[in-house]
């Protein structure tokens, strides 16, 4: 089996790996619950190896990691090395850590395939500390600046707040300033999920799938790993709950019953 076999032609064969779930934020509108105090859930380095050679095999053209904070973990870096070496791989990121050893060592394991995609909700302290907390924007705008120096692809990632909905073009014109061109910057709205008590309500039931996985098994779509998104407890074989998201698909198709939206 293969993910051309799909029946949708708007599925995104893409794997999502939630490498663990603290991080050294607590941004407010976090769909995962992170935070300094948030148990880890740590995937392990041989399961996300694992789950990237698998995905690798059946067809899958990208692999992102995301979490919590991934460059929390010791494992990251060997992780991403093995990933890159195979597919495109994107690493999410506040780029708040990444200094001196930890900047170090992700170059090291720097090549073509391997991009980091930070977080970035305004062009100013303000529209990005609301929801983040004080100090972060220019922690990330150094720690961005930090990443280019080195040569590293950067992309941006903007959730559309009612802090700064009515200013995104300032935002745009800031990563412009970077040096970051438009098509390496993305926008999408708040969800409803984890912290955020705002926002759209999203759900298997009308999101384009993107198989994602963490230590409890496989789920739906990375916006939210919450047992109603769940696929499979089991991550092993891959194969199996990329074909019950097949068979999900087909249903969803046959009966018309909902319009899929794509939410990264």
């Not at 619950?33 to 990237?52: D, E, F, Q, Y």
């Not at 900047?103 to 977080?119: F, G, H, K, M, T």
């Not at 692809?153 to 700064?164: A, D, F, G, H, I």
């Not at 009515?166 to 800031?174: M, P, W």
Request: glycine share 6%.
């Amino acid at each position: 089996m293969t993910p051309n076999s799909c029946a949708s032609p708007a599925f995104p064969w893409k794997l999502w790996l939630y490498t663990n779930y603290d991080c050294n934020l607590r941004c407010s509108y976090c769909v995962a619950k992170s935070s300094p105090n948030t148990p880890r859930r740590m995937l392990g380095l041989a399961n996300a190896k694992r789950l990237v050679s698998e995905a690798v095999e059946l067809g899958f053209s990208e692999v992102f990691f995301t979490g919590g904070e991934p460059f929390i973990l010791n494992d990251i870096y060997e992780m991403l090395r093995f990933s890159s070496a195979l597919v495109q791989t994107t690493v999410l990121t506040n780029a708040m850590l990444l200094r001196n050893a930890r900047l170090d060592q992700v170059c090291e394991i720097a090549n073509e395939n391997l991009i980091l995609q930070v977080s970035l909700d305004g062009g100013n302290a303000e529209e990005h500390d609301h929801y983040r907390g004080r100090g972060s924007w220019e922690k990330t705008v150094e720690g961005i600046r930090l990443l280019q120096e080195r040569g590293f692809r950067v992309r941006l990632s903007t959730t559309e707040t009612p802090v700064n909905t009515h200013r995104l073009e300032q935002v745009c014109a800031f990563h412009r300033s970077l040096g970051i061109p438009d098509e390496d910057h993305f926008v999408r709205p708040l969800a409803k999920r984890g912290y955020s008590k705002e926002g759209l309500e999203l759900s298997a039931a009308n999101l384009i799938p993107e198989v994602t996985a963490n230590i409890d098994g496989i789920f739906w779509h990375p916006l939210s790993t919450d047992l109603d998104m769940q696929v499979s407890r089991s991550l092993f074989p891959l194969a199996d709950s990329v074909q019950r998201i097949q068979d999900q698909l087909e249903v969803i198709a046959q009966t018309g019953e909902s319009a899929l939206t794509a939410f990264t």
